[in-house]
């Protein structure tokens, strides 16, 4: 049985004084330990999806199942962290990974035990004391991700988590949430605008397609791991992703929220970039040859 299922998912929202459908029939399913990474156009509802799994939002029509049964609320088996990270100013680094053990009445030494072991994991033991406004964005975004796996969800949903990271810091964290995922076996769902890192993260990437938005396409991705950014051998899979998104990105011809032309920069940039990497080194070795 699946670890999740949706079930012919659809979405309504008033726009503008018509009904604008966001989601039109999604089906996917998730095994257990699966890291599926979800990319699609700009505004074709890949966070209204996660939010409608995490629980925070009804469908108009279809099921989640989780283990098989219909969810339809929050619960503390599936866990959210957003691109922004949400953290508490007011409370220490340590304080924001307890939170949620706080609330759900474990006790002191327990909590201690637990954040403990995350604080580490995430690097951030040295900066337990501190405040969330003396963190760079990189560490907010590692406290927000120790903060949902210290609840250890059976799920985790990220929705663009690396969204604002600089280069440097979004690779180290590519990096650390393989290694995270391979010693934690989550199940975790991952929207992203970036292709490669799609390619570097997932067990499989599900293509959404333009609005009303279905999965067009699931594709497995098993290349050995860990996996880096630059990873050559990986190109070729992310071509095979933009042949997909490509048509579906035009198709939303800058009709999306938030542009359209945002997915094509970011998913060609990647590629493009790496192409010309690759033409760079090949007539640097010919021309030592
Ligand atoms: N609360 C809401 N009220 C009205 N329209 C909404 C609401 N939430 C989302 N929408 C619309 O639904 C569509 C899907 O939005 P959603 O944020 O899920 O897209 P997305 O794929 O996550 O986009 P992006 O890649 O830009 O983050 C958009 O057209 C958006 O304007
Ligand atoms: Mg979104």
């Known amino acids: 049985m699946a670890k ?11 726009h503008e004084s018509h009904r604008l459908q966001a989601l039109g029939g999604v089906n996917l399913k998730v095994e257990s330990g699966d890291f599926v990474c979800l990319v699609g156009p700009s505004g074709c509802g890949k966070s209204t999806f996660l939010r409608i ?30 691109q922004e990270g949400a953290l508490f100013p007011w409370l220490t680094v340590r304080d924001n990974v307890e939170f949620g053990l706080k609330v759900s009445g474990i006790p002191r030494e327990k909590r201690a035990e637990v954040s403990e072991r995350y604080l580490d994991m995430m690097q ?11 963190l760079s964005t990189g560490m907010k975004q590692r406290v927000a991700i120790a903060r949902a796996l210290v ?4 799920v985790l949903l990220m929705d663009e988590p690396f969204a604002a990271l600089d280069a440097q810091t979004k690779d180290l964290l590519l ?15 991952f929207v992203t605008h970036n292709v490669a890192e799609a390619a570097v993260l997932g ?9 009303p938005s279905v999965v067009k396409r699931e594709i497995p991705n098993d290349f050995p791991r860990p996996r880096v950014p630059d990873d050559k051998d990986l190109i070729d899979f992310q071509h095979e992703i933009l042949q997909e998104l490509r048509p579906e990105v035009r198709k939303g011809g800058g009709a999306g929220a938030s542009g359209a032309s945002k ?5 060609e940039g990647t590629v493009a970039g790496e192409e010309e990497k690759k033409k760079k080194k090949k007539k640097k070795k010919g021309g030592t040859q």
Do not use: C
């Not at 799994?53 to 049964?69: H, M, N, S, T």
């Not at 951030?124 to 003396?134: E, I, N, P, V």
């Not at 997915?263 to 998913?267: I, N, S, V, Y």
């Open 263 to 267: 997915d094509d920069a970011d998913a």
């Open 124 to 134: 951030l033991t040295k900066f337990a004391g501190s405040y969330t406004h003396q």
């Open 53 to 82: 799994v995490a629980g925070l939002e009804k469908p108009d029509g279809g099921q989640i199942l989780f283990d098989g049964r219909p969810v339809t609320e929050t619960g503390p088996t599936r866990i959210m962290v957003f």
């Open 175 to 189: 990096v650390e949430t393989q290694l995270i995922w391979a010693r934690t076996k989550k199940t975790i769902m």
């Open 151 to 154: 609840m250890d969800p059976d």
């Open 203 to 211: 067990t499989k990437v599900a293509v959404f397609s333009n609005r």
């Open 4 to 14: 999740l299922e949706a079930r012919g998912i659809t979405k309504y929202f008033e």
